[in-house]
C-alpha cells in the first residue's frame, strides 16, 4: 500500500469525557485537508472506557484509515507518542493533544511548513487569558526561559502537545530522547535542534479545556521538569566540553 501523506497519533489516557466528540471535530477537520491521512489512537493503559471507546470509533468507521495501539502499561504521553511515531506509515508525522487546547485547523499549516522544507513544525502557543489558567502561562513562559537558560536552545514552546515531523528525519532523533513522560517533549525538541533540523514554531490561540481533568499535576510535575532539565543542560555542557 502507498504511505499516507500523514500519519497523526492521538496518545489518549482517560479520554472517555472528550474522546468521542473531539474525535469527530478531528474527522472534520482532516476531510477537508485534501491529504491522505492515517490516525494511529494509542491507549496508554487508561483505567476507564477509553480502549472501548477506540474500538468503538474504529468500528463505525470503516472507511477511514485508522489504527489502535494498546499499552500493557502506562508509559507517559512520550512513551505513547514515540510508539505511535515508529508504527506511523505516512511521510509526515505528528501528534496532537486530544482536547484540542490548540485547535485542530492549525495542523494545515504545520504540513504546508513541512511541504516548503522545515523537518518539525510546532504550535506556539498563544494563551488566551481564562480563569483559573493564569499561573499555568506564567509558569509555561518560565519553563522556557529555563529551557534556554539550560541548554541554548532557541524555542519559545517545547512543550505543546502539537508537533509535527518529516518522519525519516525525526526517527533519526527519537533514540537519543529517553523520557518517557512529559519530558520527552524538551528532548525531542532540543535533541532535534542540536541533530540541525529546521524548526518553524507557528502562533496558535490556546483555550484551555475545562471538560476533562488534566493528568498533570502542576507543582511536582513542574519539580520533576526543572530536575531533568538541569541534567540535560549539564548533559550538553559535557559533550561540549569534550572529553578531557
Known amino acids: 500500500m502507498q504511505p499516507p501523506d500523514l500519519s497523526l497519533i492521538l496518545a489518549c489516557y482517560n479520554e472517555e469525557a472528550i474522546l468521542e466528540q473531539r474525535t469527530g471535530k478531528i474527522f472534520e477537520v482532516l476531510d477537508r485537508l485534501g491529504f491522505s491521512i492515517e490516525v494511529i489512537f ?24 485508522l489504527r489502535k495501539i494498546a499499552h500493557a502499561h502506562n508509559t507517559g504521553r512520550g512513551g505513547a507518542v514515540s510508539d505511535g511515531i515508529r508504527a506511523a506509515r505516512g511521510n509526515y508525522v505528528g501528534f496532537i493533544d ?6 485542530p485547523d492549525y495542523i494545515a499549516p504545520c504540513v504546508r511548513a513541512l511541504d516548503q522544507g522545515y523537518d518539525v513544525a510546532t504550535a506556539r502557543r498563544i494563551y488566551k487569558i481564562q480563569p483559573g489558567s493564569l499561573h499555568r502561562q506564567i509558569m509555561s513562559r518560565g519553563y522556557s526561559v ?26 533519526l532523533v527519537l533514540d537519543q530522547v529517553h523520557d518517557q513522560g512529559w519530558f520527552w517533549d524538551t528532548e525531542i525538541m532540543v535533541q532535534a535542534h542540536r541533530a540541525g533540523l529546521r524548526i518553524i514554531e507557528i502562533p ?18 513542574s519539580l520533576n521538569q526543572y530536575r531533568k532539565l538541569r541534567q540535560l543542560g549539564r548533559a550538553i555542557a559535557r559533550d561540549k566540553a569534550g572529553p578531557r
Open 42 to 65: 494509542v491507549d496508554d493503559a487508561s483505567a476507564d472506557e477509553t480502549g472501548r471507546l477506540i474500538d468503538r470509533i474504529l468500528i463505525e468507521n470503516p472507511g477511514r484509515p
Open 98 to 103: 486530544v482536547d484540542l487546547e490548540v485547535n
Open 146 to 171: 529555563l529551557v534556554r537558560w539550560q541548554t541554548a536552545v532557541p524555542l519559545t514552546d517545547t512543550e505543546t502537545g502539537f508537533k509535527f515531523f518529516r518522519r525519516d528525519r525525526i526517527l
Open 204 to 221: 496558535t490561540p490556546f483555550e484551555r479545556c475545562t471538560d476533562k481533568a488534566s493528568s498533570v499535576r502542576i507543582w511536582r510535575d
